[in-house]
């Protein structure tokens, strides 16, 4: 499996073949010479020039990230992308890219169901290194979204994107004629019982309107789905929500302090919005 992946990618200097050295350490290596070996945690970073404009997720939020999602709290959506994406999935070879893979979690689901080859890309190093270890048999690569990305012509069956940025025309580019991506997105209402105690923004109007305008020259929109998950926290995991998504970038200490010392359990409920498009 390991082997499809790595034939899909495309090296970020000249992009040329790569292939996967074995020794004492895992390479990228293309045709040119162009060498990237993986880190000790078994990913591999191709971000090359000057890297990344965007604030990458820390590793305290990428703690608290694997901490809420380990605990099984959003395992209802895992299981959900993963019944999405495995029609696409069949064939011998499938292949499918996790657009902000975060910690592994939905791409793990996903490749536990389908048995399919996956890539999981990030720009986030500490999500990478948690990523690697939850998933070992996929390609975890440091990249950045809205960069064109390190893999050829249709050669992915299916993309899934969970919470992070979308790039329609290179997600076009890389799937194959009949795949099929896979967006989730919150919806108006998502965890609003704590919102605003934790400081989470809140899910502006029109938001679906704005995913569709996005994908309108690239895709045809498809199946779409609601998936609304009731939670009951702790203190502690109410604190780790609130930091694991983009809040968490100027939440305070202070702040999560206090909402890990919540007393009793907090009832919310987690609203998604799971959108499917075929490559138009």
């Known amino acids: 499996m390991l082997s499809d992946a790595v034939a899909a990618l495309r090296c970020p200097v000249c992009q040329r073949t790569l292939q996967l050295r074995e020794g004492r350490q895992q390479t990228l290596v293309c045709e040119a010479g162009h060498l990237f070996d993986a880190a000790k945690q078994g990913y591999f970073n191709l971000l090359t020039g000057k890297g990344t404009v965007f604030e990458a997720d820390s590793a305290d939020m990428v703690a608290a990230r694997y901490r809420f999602l380990d605990a099984g709290h959003y395992s209802g959506l895992a299981r959900a992308v993963a019944e999405a994406a495995a029609g696409s999935l069949q064939r011998p070879g499938a292949l499918v890219l996790d657009a902000g893979t975060g910690t592994g979690h939905y791409l793990q689901a996903v490749l536990e169901k389908s048995g399919a080859s996956g890539i999981g890309v990030d720009i986030s190093k500490f999500a990478l290194r948690r990523a690697a270890r939850l998933n070992p048999v996929a390609v975890n690569l440091v990249w950045d979204i809205w960069r064109p990305l390190p893999m050829a012509d249709n050669t992915a069956d299916v993309v899934t994107v969970v919470f992070a940025p979308r790039n329609p025309s290179e997600f076009a580019r890389v799937l194959r004629p009949g ?100 490559v138009s």
């Open 179 to 278: 795949g099929s991506l896979i967006v989730v997105t919150p919806r108006p209402g998502h965890l609003a019982e704590i919102a605003a105690r934790t400081g989470m923004l809140g899910i502006e109007d029109g938001k679906e309107e704005r995913l569709m305008d996005s994908m309108r020259d690239h895709f045809d929109s498809g199946m779409s789905r609601s998936l609304d998950l009731p939670l009951t926290l702790t203190g502690p995991e109410v604190a780790d929500l609130a930091f694991m998504g983009p809040a968490g970038h100027h939440l305070q200490r202070e702040k999560l302090a206090e909402l890990a010392t919540l007393e009793g359990l907090v009832a919310a409920t987690a609203r998604f919005r799971i959108s499917e498009f075929a």
